[in-house]
């Protein structure tokens, strides 16, 4: 199997997390921060040394503005409804996933208003249209920072100078870039970020994170026990206790704090490179198959490590599958969540097939996958 | 009653938070004062169920902790009849 699907999670974890993993499962018992028995107070620790590590990787200062949620989903959710109020309006953008754009409708009915902003992939962010769409109500700003469709960015310190100037909080969605793209909270006008533990932090799946800036209260999405305060019958006002009710998936952590060491050690711009390489080279392979499109641009280095593609007019799903049958390369095909960036894209019907390789991904693998899809091409086309 | 370290140390910080207790441990280690993370006594109780505690000849420390910035509800002595709150 050639997996090529890292922008959904990530595979191969580095042999640390998943050794650590087991080393907690094994030896550490105890539910953290309930009671004040060792293996309660074990854990805490190890959960208290990944939230300083979070803390230190994207440079936000107190851990305890660091949440652990399920994944970036949960954390989008979690800002979402914990900042606006009726009343309240929202910029966006068309690139969203269905992790912002379901959130917000949902919102939307219950007297949010939203103004969109279209944004093609690969071209300019429109400022001009972005700084008219600001209101007296406005509350927030909420962008990815990469597009999980096509990988192109968004200049998100820009858009976060200028939401900062207007003294709208700015979300950004990072589930495509933490752990490929360096983010500096504090540089980037950042108020908050919603990152995956999964994906590029190289952690297990069922984690993920909410960082929030100093200064911002966010109303719980969960309520429930925290090992603190628990003869009050009120939610704790602190964090992290106020926004994390409920056992902590502790395992989960230790891999992620585990993700997050071997980044350290590795490099995240060295990763980085090694992932657009392997796309420039799938990108210029593909290229030469007759009938394949590429969508968001041909230069890797501007983009998250991610290629899309279609063939001709044929069904991306088709494509996908015929490239797991016949040759065990693994994609993804269809709308990827995100139907506004397929609308921009033109590719509503048709969806579209995304290779996303990680650092481990071989030269030999990228050959292998690129000579696949140029036999699927030739027996869709011969068909 | 006095029990665990806090015979012995007689001072005792308590947090709304487990993390704050986390945060505080981290400048103990740092400073090299020794302490203890014990269940936090019951007429204290102020939100997290661990309290540190930490000789008291040292409680200058408490400055630090404020330096780094660590949130806690109370400083307190611990004599023989229950605990005080602790000036340094
Ligand atoms: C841009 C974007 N946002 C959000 C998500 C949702 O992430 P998670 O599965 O961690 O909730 C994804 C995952 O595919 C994504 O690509």
């Not at chain 1, 309930?34 to 590590?53: D, F, W």
């Not at chain 1, 800002?79 to 910029?91: K, M, N």
């Not at chain 1, 657009?276 to 198959?289: A, M, S």
């Not at chain 1, 390789?357 to 086309?381: C, D, G, M, Y």
């Amino acid at each position: 199997m050639i997996y090529l699907d890292n922008a959904a999670t990530s595979w191969p974890k580095p042999q640390g997390v998943v050794e650590e993993m087991r080393r907690v499962m094994t030896n550490l018992a105890g539910n953290p921060g309930r009671g004040s028995n060792r293996a309660a107070v074990g854990t805490a620790h190890l959960v208290y040394i990944v939230r300083e590590q979070i803390a230190g990787f994207f440079n936000s200062g107190a851990p305890q503005r660091v949440i652990f949620t399920n994944n970036t989903t949960h954390a989008i959710n979690q800002a979402l409804f914990g900042i606006l109020q009726p009343g309240d309006h929202v910029i966006t953008t068309s690139l969203e996933h269905n992790a912002v754009v379901r959130p917000l409708k949902a919102l939307t009915e219950l007297g949010v208003s939203v103004t969109e902003i279209p944004v093609v992939p690969g071209e300019k962010f429109p400022f001009a249209e972005f700084k008219a769409s600001f209101q007296k109500s406005t509350k927030l700003v909420v962008t990815l920072q990469a597009s999980n469709v096509s990988g192109n960015l968004l200049p998100i310190h820009k858009i976060g100078e200028l939401a900062r100037e207007k003294g709208v909080l700015y979300l950004v969605d990072a589930a495509q870039t933490a752990g490929i793209y360096p983010i500096d909270v504090k540089k980037m006008a950042i108020d908050l970020l919603a990152f995956p533990g999964h994906k590029g932090l190289l952690g297990p799946q069922g984690t993920g994170g909410l960082i929030i800036g100093p200064n911002i209260t966010l109303c719980p999405l969960i309520y429930g026990g925290t090992g603190s305060l628990s003869e009050s019958d009120r939610q704790p006002d602190f964090l992290p206790d106020a926004l994390e009710s409920g056992t902590l998936n502790v395992v989960g952590i230790s891999g992620l704090g585990m993700g997050l060491k071997y980044i350290r050690k590795y490099g995240i711009d060295n990763i980085r490179m090694r992932e657009q390489e392997k796309c420039q080279q799938l990108i210029d392979g593909l290229q030469t198959v007759p009938e394949v499109r590429i969508y968001g641009g041909t230069n890797a280095s501007e983009k998250a490590p991610i290629v899309a593609f279609n063939i001709g007019g044929h069904d991306s799903m088709i494509i996908s599958y015929l490239l797991d049958k016949e040759f065990g390369v693994i994609s993804r095909a269809g709308l990827h969540c995100a139907p506004r960036a397929h609308t921009v894209l033109g590719t509503i019907d048709q969806g579209l097939v995304r290779l996303s390789p990680s650092h481990f991904t071989t030269e030999i693998e990228i050959e292998q996958a690129i000579e696949a899809v140029r036999n699927v091409a030739k027996e869709l086309v011969d068909r | 009653m006095l029990y665990g370290e806090l015979k012995q140390y007689r001072a005792l910080i308590t947090f709304d938070s487990l993390t704050q207790a986390m945060a505080a441990e981290k400048v103990f280690k740092k400073l090299d004062c020794p302490y203890a993370l014990i269940p936090t006594p019951r007429t204290l109780r102020s939100g997290c169920n661990n309290a540190l505690c930490f000789p008291h000849e040292r409680k200058e420390i408490i400055d630090d902790l404020i330096d780094e910035m660590v949130v806690f509800t109370g400083v307190y002595e611990a004599n023989n009849d229950g605990f005080a709150p602790l000036k340094w």
